[in-house]
């Protein structure tokens, strides 16, 4: 009888020494479930080589450390006229992945003159897929996928930035 309850003890312990390693692993598996809200920081205008304007859009700006590697990380949804401008100290081969974007994506790489450089066309919500620039990039314009198709945009044009 004795030997019966160790057993269920140490059965019983062990569980809960499982479970407890399970619960301590939990808290770096959590996801931000808060709803992120958009924070008008700018505006821009995305115009074509002869100077027309293909969109306005109003932006959050992403210029330091922090808030380029979040990005738009975990956002349910991007309205239409609105994107995301990554500002980076110096011009340089850049690479964006989708890790817990929720968001399909086109990212359009502007060099120092905001000059469009080139554009990773829907990029794939949590693909860990490296969308490069084909050029140097100090900027990156992260907009709902498929508006760079339809505002026909193509390397050569230029964005215009107006901070608040």
């Known amino acids: ?26 808290p770096g598996k959590q996801v931000n479930t808060q709803l992120i ?5 700018g ?6 080589t002869s100077g027309d304007t ?19 990380m975990y956002r349910q949804s991007l309205q239409e006229n609105r994107g995301m401008l990554f500002i980076f100290d110096t011009e340089a081969q850049r690479g964006f ?3 817990n974007t929720n968001i399909p994506l086109d990212l359009i790489f502007l060099d120092s003159d905001l000059k469009v450089v080139s554009i990773g066309k829907d990029a794939k919500p949590h693909s860990l897929e490296t969308i490069p620039s084909n050029e140097p990039a100090q900027y990156v314009l992260e907009v709902n996928a498929g508006l ?8 050569g044009d230029r964005l215009n930035l107006i901070r608040n």
Not at 2 to 13: E, I, N, P, T
Not at 37 to 41: D, L, Q, Y
Not at 43 to 48: D, G, H, P, S
Not at 148 to 155: C, G, I, T
């Open 54 to 72: 293909l969109a306005h859009l109003e932006v959050e700006i992403a210029d330091d450390t922090y808030q380029r590697e979040t990005g738009l």
């Open 37 to 41: 809200e958009f924070k008008k920081e």
């Open 148 to 155: 760079s198709d339809q505002w026909k945009l193509e390397p």
């Open 97 to 99: 992945y989708m890790k």
């Open 1 to 26: 009888m004795v030997r019966k309850y160790s057993l269920l003890s140490l059965l019983l312990l062990g569980g809960f020494f499982i479970g407890c390693k399970e619960e301590m692993k939990s």
């Open 43 to 48: 505006e821009v205008y995305l115009t074509n």
